[in-house]
């Protein structure tokens, strides 16, 4: 194994301990149609940038953000939005409509409040695309 610079001596190790990894850096790395245009460096595991204040000129970052945590984060705080179409609840809803079922009824197939089954309904079927409106 090639001789690190004594300031690369720790990168390795840190790296085996999973608590987080060097990312490009964004301030003087870029992509070029989501291709890195930096070199790979072999040691950090990721593309260098040139250089710059944001990365003290080593061209990438540490980052320690835990994003298995923060995407549990993220499914807590938006269970609902995207809730009934994560859920695999339209097909069930929508054959319930089809059955001239009310809401509550709906929301109880479902385990869900109706209202706000409703609610989320209506939202998706405002912001699905038809594809065959445009006449
Ligand atoms: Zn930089």
Same mark, same amino acid.
């Given at each position: ?52 204040? !944001?990365? /003290? ?7 320690? @953000?835990?994003? #298995?945590?923060?995407? *549990?984060?993220? %499914?807590? =705080? ?26 509550? !009824?709906? /929301? ?7 209202? @706000?089954?409703? #609610?989320?309904?209506? *939202?998706?079927? %405002?912001? =699905? ?7």
């Amino acid at each position: 194994m090639a001789e690190l610079p004594i300031e690369l001596n720790g990168v390795a190790d840190a790296l085996a301990c999973d608590k987080g990894f060097w990312r490009s850096c964004t301030g003087c790395h870029e992509l070029n149609e989501g291709v890195p245009t930096g070199p790979f460096s072999d040691v950090m595991k990721c593309h260098l940038g040139m250089g710059c204040f !944001e990365c /003290g000129g080593i061209g990438a970052v540490w980052d320690m @953000t835990d994003y #298995a945590e923060m995407g *549990r984060y993220l %499914a807590l =705080e938006t269970p609902i939005a995207f809730g009934l179409m994560a859920q695999g609840h339209i097909p069930a809803v929508e054959a319930a409509l089809a059955e001239g079922a009310d809401w509550q !009824e709906i /929301g109880r197939r479902i385990g869900w409040d109706g209202d @706000t089954a409703k #609610a989320y309904y209506e *939202r998706h079927v %405002a912001t =699905e695309p038809k594809g065959v409106d445009h006449g």
